[in-house]
């Protein structure tokens, strides 16, 4: 049998650590040529080296997905190094601080915004222009089950930038279902990261306890969880799923 990405080429943003480096390595495991891209250069090169050690075949590329041309380069990288573009996840992101929403300075919220949602819309506007040109495609967008709902209440801007994320997956996904492009969303819950760590005090025990125990599972998920589930999508197994929000929470919004 197959593997589920084989000689697939897949595009992970975010790919330097948590979600993004497992996914990536996931995918490669699933047979697919991955191309990291992050900011982070030394924590890219120690993804490939995790890929690669493991058998898999992998390239990175540092960018900035609040930069268009930065994302830009990263499609065109995959072009370049692999011969092509079959599917994104597209997960970069980040976290302000834990803050009521008129607490919340300016520059901090365009801050989020411009990583999470603009980030997201660039990393579509170029992988969708390609995808247009080539066959067609599968894009993965990494939100959260905070959006899906009002969140914690003290991370108002990441909240209302990973609605803003489902609002750019529906709207693809309808608007490109007959190009062959499929575009979905991933929704994890608390999942064991170092963003997650900077809200349980960096793993505290009683901290980390509370936290799973209002999780229906009542466990932290491993980033590994989301990265299969960002597979199926991309594989042709996924053929007719598209538009949708897909949490990976442990039950949190059941």
Same mark, same amino acid.
């Given at each position: ?36 891209? !992050?900011?982070? =250069?030394? +924590?890219?090169?120690?993804? /490939?080296? %995790? ?9 990175? &590329? ?9 994302v830009e380069r990263a499609v065109q990288h995959a072009v370049a190094t692999f011969g092509g573009l079959n ?17 919340? !300075?300016?520059? =901090?919220? +365009?801050?989020?915004?411009? /990583?999470? %949602? ?9 992988? &969708?222009a390609h995808m247009l040109e080539n066959g067609g495609g599968s894009i993965v967008n990494d939100s959260s ?26 709207? !693809? ?82």
């Amino acid at each position: 049998m197959a593997a589920l990405l084989e000689d697939k080429i897949v595009l992970v943003t975010g790919a330097s650590s948590g979600i993004g480096r497992e996914a990536a390595i996931v995918m490669a495991g699933h047979g697919a040529k991955v191309v990291a891209a !992050a900011r982070r =250069e030394a +924590d890219l090169t120690e993804t /490939v080296r %995790l890929i690669e050690s493991a058998g898999g075949t992998a390239s990175y &590329i540092v960018t900035d997905v609040s930069i268009g041309s930065d994302v830009e380069r990263a499609v065109q990288h995959a072009v370049a190094t692999f011969g092509g573009l079959n599917a994104a996840f597209n997960n970069a992101g980040i976290l302000e601080p834990n803050t009521h929403l008129h607490e919340v !300075a300016e520059e =901090e919220f +365009d801050n989020v915004i411009n /990583v999470n %949602l603009k980030g997201t819309f660039l990393s579509m506007k170029y992988e &969708i222009a390609h995808m247009l040109e080539n066959g067609g495609g599968s894009i993965v967008n990494d939100s959260s089950f905070m959006g899906l709902r009002g969140g914690t209440g003290r991370q108002p801007a990441y909240t209302a930038s990973k609605h803003g994320v489902l609002g750019l997956t529906k709207s !693809a996904a309808r608007d490109y279902a007959r190009k062959n492009i499929r575009v979905n969303a991933v929704c994890p819950g608390v999942i064991d990261t170092t963003m997650m760590h900077g809200l349980d005090r960096d793993g505290d025990p009683a901290t980390r306890a509370k936290m799973e125990s209002w999780v229906p599972m009542n466990r932290y998920g491993n980033p590994s969880e989301v990265g299969q589930v960002v597979a199926f999508l991309c594989s042709d197994a996924a053929s007719y799923v598209t538009g949708q929000a897909i949490p990976v929470d442990g039950g949190v919004t059941s």
